[in-house]
């Protein structure tokens, strides 16, 4: 019966992260990426890391996704126009790495190396609960990076809605925006038309 779950939840989630990356609304993608977090938990409590299950569920599927909404909805994100050169060679690097990911998962399936439960003989007995043992290596030698991690989130949202604000009070003032402002400026025109060599003569 567990192999069965383990197939039926890895197929719900590589369908739905390849959905994430192919559906064009940002909304729909963060909601299936809510379906992803959810069926990797699943996977976690197959594997017997029910602390790993847990957090991934309240904190990915729960406060980050939150944050991501929070974020594509205040900015008003839509989808990209997908047309010109740059989207093509992006979608040409995707499928070629893609490629490769596949047949390096294809190799190692041919050579006996997947993940597996580790031998009886081989396993070594734990001195520590789940949870006691992630919670020492956390708090113990993995703090800095624990902490790095969660200031980046802190930076990262602090961001977003500061450029979104920038962009919203120079809309409401008439400013032009920062595409507008990059254009260079037009030509002047000939003498007769109002340049500068007309400015002179008059």
Known sequence: MIPVLFVAFAAVLVVSSLLVVLHRSPV??????????????????????????????VVY??????????VIMYLNLGHDVESGVTIALRRGLGWIVGAVLFAEGVLLLARGLA???????????AVAGNTQQVGMLLYSR?????????VLLLVAMIGAVVIARGRRARAAAGEPSDAEAAAPAAAPGPAGAGGPAAREGA
């Open 142 to 150: 993995y703090l800095f990076p624990f902490e790095i991690t969660s």
């Open 115 to 125: 993940p597996g439960p580790v031998a009886p003989e081989a396993a070594t007995p």
């Open 28 to 57: 729909s993608s963060a909601l299936f990426l809510v379906v992803a977090f959810c069926s990797l938990a699943a996977i976690y409590l197959l594997l017997q890391a029910e602390f790993i299950g847990l957090v991934q569920v």
């Open 61 to 70: 599927a729960g406060a980050i996704m939150v944050l991501f909404l929070f």
